[in-house]
């Protein structure tokens, strides 16, 4: 294990992957790992209340989050959706809600939702106009840079400024660039110049090198959220608290907690299918950790069926699975 070093006093976050870090994950990672001091939670989408039902909140209820405190996200462009919503969540018991204004998914952007309404401050601010005053909950936000432009979040982060929020975290993209390039580390640091607010930074924390990297270039952020780095490596939190790493048996521990987590979605899932499919997207991050992980992934999805996939995974840990950190 690695050692504590306790003067890295800094927030960790596991940041929010919608079909993959949902409670059945974040409750097993919570069993197995350590690091994240806190997640938020895959977004919930506003509807109208007409068509809004308690399955909608699953992710979220209490009972499904003894493990890791949560921080649920909502995305939507309407107040009058938004703020039932909130209200709801409050009544949960969560104090904080985030909004979304970085998916990058052309399908949810183009109605102005998400990323997609980021070239648009006026609607952003009368969104935060009518939506601060009337929910009972601390509000923080989720942002790209911009949909098109990388300086678009200059113009918000002067409106975000002018209201109480909790944090802003930026993924320093445009939605245009989906996960494509480099983060634009100079226009977060441009972020950070213009905004009032804590903020936290996310992107491409891969591995302790980078987040050391990250932390001696942006000296007064003390919040950090990692994803696709936590889902392919789940040790790197820990590794990350404590600045280094002193594991020697990972495979060993990633197994146990592999069994664990499949074992709870084959409990969740009705049908073979889906817990294949659930399976076939946990393993396009879990196979970058292991060495030759094309030949796993690339026998894994391409599996059929269940009983198939068991046969591969087993013989995989059996034989053949070697860490690649
Ligand atoms: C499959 C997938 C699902 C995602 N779902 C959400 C989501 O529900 N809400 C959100 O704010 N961001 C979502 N994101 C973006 C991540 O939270 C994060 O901002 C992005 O992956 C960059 O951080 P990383 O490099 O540490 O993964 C998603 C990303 C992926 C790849």
Request: proline share 6%; glycine share 6%.
């Given at each position: ?8 006093k ?10 993959l ?6 409750n ?20 109208a ?16 989050n ?23 969540l ?5 104090e ?15 109605k ?13 601010e ?16 989720k ?5 098109k432009?990388t300086?678009?979040?200059l ?16 993924h ?11 983060p634009d ?6 972020c ?8 936290v ?14 932390s ?5 952020v ?19 608290k404590a ?14 907690f592999?069994?664990?987590l ?22 396009t ?15 894994i ?5 269940l009983?198939?996939?068991l046969?591969i ?13």
């Amino acid at each position: 294990m690695p050692t504590t070093n306790n003067q890295n006093k800094f927030i960790l976050y596991l940041a929010p992957l919608r079909g993959l870090t949902e409670y059945t994950y974040r409750n097993a990672f919570a069993r197995h790992f350590d690091g994240f001091d806190a997640a938020v939670a895959p977004f919930i989408p506003t509807m109208a209340a007409a068509r809004f039902k308690k399955i909608h909140l699953k992710d979220v209820l209490p009972e499904n989050n003894h493990a890791m405190p949560i921080i649920p996200q909502i995305i939507g462009n309407n107040p009058a959706d938004f703020i039932p919503l909130a209200k709801c969540l409050f009544d949960l018991g969560y104090e904080t809600v985030n909004w979304n204004l970085g998916c990058p998914f052309p399908m949810v952007a183009k109605k102005q939702r998400g990323s997609g309404l980021l070239p648009y401050p006026q609607k952003i601010e009368s969104f935060l106009d009518a939506t601060i005053p009337a929910i009972p909950n601390r509000l923080s936000i989720k942002a790209r840079l911009g949909r098109k432009k990388t300086d678009e979040i200059l113009t918000l982060l002067e409106i975000f400024n002018q209201y109480p929020l909790d944090e802003v975290i930026i993924h320093p993209r445009t939605g245009e660039q989906m996960y494509n390039g480099q983060p634009d580390l100079d226009m977060f640091e441009k972020c950070l110049a213009v905004s009032a607010h804590t903020t936290v930074y996310n992107g491409d924390i891969n591995d302790l090198e980078t987040f050391k990297l990250f932390s001696e270039r942006f000296k007064t952020v003390d919040r950090w959220m990692i994803g696709r780095g936590a889902l392919v490596n789940p040790f790197l939190p820990a590794i990350i608290k404590a600045g280094n790493d002193g594991y020697t048996n990972k495979v060993e521990i990633f197994r146990v907690f592999y069994d664990d987590l499949f074992e709870q979605y084959r409990q969740v899932f009705h049908g073979p299918g889906h817990l294949l499919d659930r399976m076939k997207g946990f393993w396009t991050y879990f196979c970058r950790s292991f060495k030759d992980s094309r030949k796993i992934k690339k026998k894994i999805h391409r599996t059929q069926t269940l009983d198939r996939y068991l046969k591969i995974v087993d013989q995989f840990f059996e034989a053949e699975a070697q860490w690649n950190r």
